[in-house]
């Protein structure tokens, strides 16, 4: 079964320009900030879910 998709869609192959590119990498980035914040914020964090969310934010 093959899905098609809309005008406002794109194909997880499709090429992106490099500022959209950076504009993902930006909102992953903040995203990930969120997390550890949340996660360092906590009394007894998770110091190993801390040290593989910024692992991700690096890579």
Do not use: C, Y
Request: charged fraction near 30%; glycine fraction near 2%; proline fraction near 5%.
């Amino acid at each position: 079964m093959t899905e098609r998709l809309g005008p406002d869609q794109s194909a997880a192959n499709e090429e992106l320009t490099p500022a959209e590119r950076l504009a993902l990498m930006q909102t992953q980035h903040r995203t990930l900030d969120q997390k550890i914040i949340e996660l360092q914020s906590r009394p007894w964090q998770n110091q190993l879910l801390v040290q593989r969310l910024k692992k991700e934010k690096l890579a």
